[in-house]
């Protein structure tokens, strides 16, 4: 059976709630800090083991070279510019069309 509870004793219960509620808050916090430490670092990591000249390659533009076949990534790059050269001469193919 549930006992009654003073006033000042509900008082007490509600104050101690609140203390392990911002205890758990902030411990939550600094968990997620922490992650998201872990993870800025395995991206850094992995960052900085990938060339500079492939930094600036979009994703879209490798996923289309890959369409067409298995590249590889010392010619990742001038594949990237065969591409943009074709697109270049199908846009102006078509403009010539019309």
């Known amino acids: 059976m549930a006992t009654k509870l003073s ?3 509900k008082k007490r ?3 101690y709630l ?3 509620k911002r ?3 902030a411990a939550l916090q600094k968990q997620l800090e922490k992650c998201a430490r872990n993870c800025e670092s395995k991206v850094l990591r992995r960052l900085n083991g990938v060339s500079v000249t ?3 390659v979009k994703v879209k533009d490798a996923l289309e070279v890959e369409r067409h076949h298995r590249p590889h990534i010392r010619t990742l790059l001038s594949d990237i510019d065969k591409l943009h050269k074709n697109e270049l001469k199908l846009q102006a193919s078509v403009y010539e069309q019309k």
Do not use: M, Q
Request: hydrophobic share 40%.
């Open 7 to 9: 006033r000042e004793e």
């Open 13 to 15: 219960l509600v104050e």
């Open 18 to 20: 609140k203390t392990l």
């Open 23 to 25: 205890i758990n808050v």
């Open 54 to 56: 492939l930094r600036n």
